[in-house]
């Protein structure tokens, strides 16, 4: 039974630890789709905005707060936030009507309900990309069937993508779990229902995995077969089989059972017997007891021969 963990750094054989590490990879795949319907609709554009506190406090701005732009045109933003003294925050905003006109570019606003207090010059706000999706009459809009087949589209490939990553950047590491990849909610650039020409849609998957070093896991074993009768695993025809017992993703943690199959042998003390045969010649080793051991050895493996140098 073995623990591989990101909180221990070295070999532990008494307690059967070596290092783990987890590996936490994202990617993300995106996708273009011309949208198949079309209905009679009146949608209000809408973008992202940054908010500028130039304050020494912060401020709280409640839901539907106003910011215009140069030309007049109002945009609302959909939920309460705070915004940092002397700091900034995105925010989504809204038009404040539907139709093509608020479909501007990168823009400046103010806020009108600061107008003749202090404050007006001290928030701000800037979108630098454009507002869209605002539209009244006929026209194109997503299906749910234009985002079941996008969603069908880009998520096994996001989940390929970053199966690849991860492999890439285990390396020689070895891991024995199955990879948990998560695929998130993907994000559009318009819900179904909405009106848009195209349907934009993102979908990120992340994959997580604890991996460890083979070579930490052979000195353990070594170490286990040293302490229960002084073995040594042959490397030819070794065999390892893994039993997951469990994972801990928050302690960064893997518990497993390791079965290893092969060939043990005694380790032989090479000083001794050169000490032992010191000054025999070749008809007193054959009567010695190594000859004995040789005999025995030779049963198991076959033809054995022992060169002796001088």
Partial sequence: KV????ATETVDADFNKIPGQQ????????GSYPTTAQKEVAQKASGKIVIYNRSATSQRLVATTRFETKVGLIFRIP????VPASGSIESKAYADRPGKD????PSDFTIPGFKDTPKYAEFSAKSTEAMSGGTVGNAKVVSEQDVVKAIAELTPKAKDEVAKALEEQLGDLKTITETVIKVEEPTVNAKAGEATDKLEMKIKAVAVAIAFRAADLDQLINAYLEKNGGWELVEKGKK???????????????????????????KLDKKK????????NGDKIKKSAYNKQLKEIQEVFG????????
């Avoid at 623990?3 to 990101?6: D, G, M």
């Fill in 3 to 6: 623990t591989a963990s990101a």
């Fill in 23 to 30: 590996f936490v990879v994202a990617k993300e795949v995106s």
């Fill in 79 to 82: 939920e309460t936030i705070n």
């Fill in 102 to 105: 608020y479909n501007i570019g």
């Fill in 240 to 266: 390892i089989d893994y039993k997951m017992i469990s994972q801990d993703a928050a302690s960064k943690t893997i518990v497993f059972e390791v079965q290893i199959t092969g060939i043990g042998a005694t």
């Fill in 273 to 280: 017997i050169m000490e032992d045969i010191q000054g025999m």
């Fill in 303 to 310: 033809d054995i021969e022992i060169v002796l140098a001088r």
